[in-house]
């Protein structure tokens, strides 16, 4: 995975923006002002992705690449390291699915204002 892919994935689901609320080394990316991604751009060597805490503990148990999030609520968050072990189509999928649960989580007029878009 490189930063350019995930940046033009990312930015491709409806009602994304970016943004560097923590400073000009973390890009941050949003669904309707709230963050479901996060990266360091200048090494681009992990990830942070929101996660079903069903789920949470065996994606950790099974991948070592997957740790809790770093900065971040362990029950709802994972850092992803870029090791060469996830494959980049997981990588997107659990992109999708932290997009996902953050729409999910949004209120009922604002998700209607995104699927208008």
Known sequence: MNLEKF???CLSLPGV???FPFGEQTLVFKVMGKLFALTDVESFESVNLKADPDEIIEMRERYE???PGYHMNKKHWNTILFDGSI???LL???TKKSYDLVV???PKKIREQ???K
Do not use: Q, S
């Open 87 to 89: 494959p980049d189509k």
């Open 17 to 19: 923006e970016e943004d």
């Open 65 to 67: 690449a997957v740790l």
């Open 104 to 106: 999910a989580g949004l």
């Open 114 to 116: 995104l699927n208008a």
């Open 7 to 9: 940046h033009a994935y």
């Open 92 to 94: 997107l999928e659990w």
